[in-house]
C-alpha cells in the first residue's frame, strides 16, 4: 500500500518540451477547425477560393501569436 510517496523512476519520461509542443499542435488544430466551422456557418456563400484564403490568413494569425 502507497504511503504517498512515490519514485520517480516509475513514471513514465515526459520532457516539458514535448508535451508543451504537442499542447500547442492540438490547440492550433482545435482553433483552425473552429474557425473553419465558423466562416461555413456565418459566411456559407463564400466560394472555395475565398474561404481557403480566409482559413490561410486565419492561420498565419494564429502562427504568429503561438510561438
Do not use: C, V, W
Not at 8 to 24: E, N
Not at 38 to 52: A, G, I, S, V, W
Request: no cysteine.
Amino acid at each position: 500500500m502507497s504511503d504517498g510517496n512515490f519514485n520517480r523512476s516509475l513514471l513514465p519520461h515526459t520532457p516539458y518540451q514535448s508535451g508543451l509542443k504537442a499542447g500547442k499542435a492540438m490547440g492550433n488544430m482545435h482553433a483552425l477547425k473552429a474557425f473553419e466551422d465558423y466562416l461555413h456557418q456565418f459566411h456559407p456563400n463564400l466560394d472555395n477560393e475565398h474561404f481557403r484564403e480566409q482559413l490561410e490568413h486565419f492561420r498565419r494569425l494564429l502562427a504568429a501569436r503561438i510561438r
